[in-house]
């Protein structure tokens, strides 16, 4: 079993629709949880990170944890179709743990 | 640009032949990664820097493979003796000293590896 799972996806919705990603993870020791965007051929540009339970919010973008049933979730409201990409969970044990753990990552198309 | 650096960007390469890749971090970031990703997957970590010392390295990273951070500025990683298995895109990253920054891990465009 992988330590942080993700739906690959893809996952298909209409422009200005509300999406949801989720993961979930198997090691409580994670603490810090962050979220990636991933276009084709390119590098994971940070989007959010989060620490410990509860939301997060920039923009359009709302980044939720609940540590409890160890699941990690990303909200992005209003989708473009510039938002289609891989958007990939991570997380790490603590603030000076060096090591990410990342999900495969899924995909999203947002349709004009 | 003021954000990670990666050259090459894309590298054909026979079997068996030496690859390197440099990365350069964003400056005055002393930690510096190493991930490699294949297609259809989540980068996986290969090996950490802080300053110049190599702290970490995963048992992905076989002898085969050699990183180095000298002066902890720039790194380079080499790949000896490529194998079919080795394509994948190699990423550098890097992030602030420390405290809550520290967990704002900023990526490159990374370095495609094909070995034909």
């Known amino acids: 079993q992988k330590e942080v799972e993700q739906d690959p996806g893809p996952l298909s919705v209409p422009e200005g629709a509300i999406v949801s990603l989720n993961c979930t993870y198997s090691?409580?020791?994670?603490?810090?949880f962050m979220w990636y965007r991933q276009y084709s051929r390119k590098g994971p540009e940070l989007l959010m990170y989060?620490?410990?339970?509860g939301n997060k919010e920039d923009g359009r973008f709302t980044a939720q944890v609940d540590k409890s049933s160890k699941y990690i979730s990303l909200f992005i409201r209003d989708s473009q179709p510039s938002d289609s990409a891989t958007y990939l969970c991570a997380t790490k044990p603590g603030e000076y743990g060096n090591k990410l753990v990342f999900g495969a990552g899924t995909i999203l198309r947002v349709k004009s | 640009d003021t954000g990670v650096s990666q050259d090459p960007r894309h590298k054909i390469t026979k079997r068996g032949q030496n690859v390197t890749f440099r990365c350069d971090p964003i400056s005055e970031h002393n930690r510096l990664y190493w991930y490699r990703q294949t297609l259809g997957q989540g980068p996986e970590f290969l090996t950490y820097f802080q300053n110049e010392a190599q702290l970490e390295k995963s048992r992905l990273l076989s002898d085969r493979f050699s990183a180095e951070r000298p002066k902890g500025s720039f790194s380079t990683l080499e790949i000896q003796r490529t194998e079919q298995g080795d394509s994948a895109m190699y990423l550098c990253?890097?992030?602030?000293?420390?405290?809550?920054?520290?967990?704002?891990?900023?990526f490159g465009e990374g370095s495609w590896l094909t070995v034909v």
């Open positions: 989060t620490y410990s339970s």
């Open positions: 090691n409580s020791a994670f603490q810090y």
């Open positions: 990253a890097s992030s602030p000293r420390s405290g809550t920054s520290g967990n704002t891990i900023y």
